[in-house]
């Protein structure tokens, strides 16, 4: 079973300043296809999980361009460039490249 | 508009089954894999179980494996998963989804499944 790794675990953020989440990965997530299968994911209070970053760095439709996702190896990293008050919540990463599918243990953001 | 509608949650006793059911709209269901994802209430993401558009491969997590299965109707647009011998650990709410990972990955509201006697 892959195992992802998110750091940290808790996030404090004042409003517009920039904000960073890491997640590691026990192994590569690189298909043979070229393909990364990796997302990142918000849960906001009281809602379901909504896909920021799919496919490794590849922003969703509709999420604002202050997200961005970035992949070393397996290493990967979800920026804010802006924290706004409606990115409270809490972040998942998620590996699909084999099953058990398997997530991160979450990242709550928080406004200072 | 894109929607995925679980139901079929509730309260069930220990040894019991349940199936869930996910009803698609909006979208091209019948080319998508389609998953089942269950939460604890309070606590992180647990991926079940998934079957690919077709219908013939399916995939499951062993805390649900020889427990659970997973089918589709694609005439219908519906995704199903019936879960048997439910356990008091079962209780979550439980999400099903689209495309986990890749561009037309969507989620449910979910459906709360509380197993108590």
């Known amino acids: 079973e892959i195992v992802m790794t998110q750091s940290p675990l808790s996030l404090p953020v004042t409003p517009g300043e920039p904000a960073s989440i890491s997640c590691r990965s026990s192994?590569?997530?690189?298909?043979?296809?070229?393909?990364?299968?990796f997302a990142w994911y918000l849960q906001k209070p009281g809602q379901s999980p909504q896909v920021l970053i799919y496919?490794?760095?590849n922003r969703a439709s509709g999420v604002p361009d202050r997200f961005s996702g970035s992949e070393s190896g397996t290493d990967f990293t979800l920026k804010i460039s802006r924290v706004e008050a409606e990115d409270v919540g809490v972040y998942y990463c998620?590996?699909?490249?084999?099953?058990?599918?398997?997530f991160g243990q979450g990242t709550k953001l928080e406004i200072k | 508009e894109m929607q995925l509608v679980e139901s079929g949650g509730g309260l069930v006793q220990p040894g019991g089954s349940l199936r869930l059911s996910c009803a698609a709209s909006?979208?091209?269901?019948?080319?998508?894999?389609m998953h089942w994802v269950r939460q604890v209430p309070g606590k992180g993401l647990e991926w079940v179980s998934r079957?690919?558009?077709?219908?013939?491969?399916?995939s499951y997590a062993d805390s649900v494996k020889g427990r659970s299965t997973i089918s589709r109707d694609n005439a219908r647009n519906t995704l199903y998963l019936e879960i048997n011998s439910l356990r008091v650990e079962d209780t979550a709410v439980y999400y099903c989804?689209?495309?986990?990972?890749?561009?037309?990955?969507?989620w449910g509201q979910g459906t709360l499944v509380t197993v108590s006697s």
């Open positions: 989804a689209s495309d986990l990972s890749g561009r037309s990955d969507w």
């Open positions: 909006g979208f091209a269901f019948s080319r998508y894999w």
């Open positions: 079957m690919d558009e077709f219908g013939s491969i399916t």
């Open positions: 192994q590569s997530l690189l298909h043979s296809n070229g393909k990364t299968f």
């Open positions: 496919l490794g760095s």
């Open positions: 998620m590996q699909a490249l084999q099953t058990p599918y398997t």
